[in-house]
């Protein structure tokens, strides 16, 4: 089975940094790559799918990149709203998450 | 509104068995391939399984294959669950979750229903 490791686990930045998420597939995934905000109590939000396209809503200091086995989830000018854990998933096929990344206040 | 409400969570001893329910309103389901997607608070998302449109295709993760099954009443616009042998380990917050159109991924999630092994 395709296994997902994000790194870090977690980041300490402020508000406006520029912050970058790793995700590494076991196997090449395509650009079959998905990341997820979660905050506390709360359900995951999609951001970004296909690796790069942006999700409806979403605002644009998100972006994505990557294909492969290597991707990379980047968040310009951190804004407080940011401040979440975040999750990779590949989804051809099964589904494994990454074991999350959280972005935490400096 | 899509709208994904999970039921069925509850205390269950090891060894004993659960079903989950998923009621979804707000789209269509017998369009939409569905998850489970479980967390134990303040852990990560671990995927649990899916199942396609019709039934006829399914997968598990590894940690929970020839114990759990699910399934799907389409028109009950319903999808279950079915959680035997339980273990401790699978204490956590189920998800009941939808992919999206057009080979897209989870794109809309549950409130989350807790089940809680323990003796």
């Known amino acids: 089975d395709i296994q997902m490791t994000q790194s870090p686990s977690t980041l300490s930045a402020s508000v406006g940094d520029r912050v970058t998420i790793s995700c590494r597939a076991s196997q090449s995934v395509g650009t079959y790559l998905a990341w997820y905000q979660q905050k506390p109590g709360k359900g995951p939000n999609l951001l970004i799918y296909?690796?790069?396209i942006l999700e409806s809503g979403v605002p644009s200091r998100f972006s994505g990149n990557g294909f492969g086995t290597e991707f990379t989830l980047t968040i310009s000018n951190l804004q407080p709203d940011d401040f979440a854990t975040y999750y990779c998933?590949?989804?051809?096929?099964?589904?494994?998450f990454g074991q999350g990344t959280k972005v935490e206040i400096k | 509104d899509v709208q994904l409400v999970e039921s069925g969570g509850n205390l269950v001893q090891p060894g004993g068995s659960l079903r989950l329910s998923c009621a979804a309103s707000?789209?269509?389901?017998?369009?939409?391939?569905m998850h489970w997607v479980r967390q134990v608070p303040g852990k990560g998302l671990v995927w649990v399984s899916y199942i396609n449109t019709d039934g006829s295709r399914t997968d598990y993760a590894d940690s929970v294959k020839g114990r759990f099954t699910i399934s799907r009443d389409n028109a009950k616009s319903t999808i279950y669950l079915q959680m035997n042998s339980l273990r401790v380990e699978d204490t956590a917050v189920y998800y009941c979750a939808r992919d999206g159109i057009d080979s897209r991924p989870i794109d809309s999630w549950g409130q989350g229903t807790l089940v809680s092994v323990s003796s």
């Open positions: 296909h690796a790069s």
């Open positions: 998933q590949q989804y051809d096929g099964c589904r494994p």
């Open positions: 707000g789209f269509t389901l017998s369009s939409y391939w």
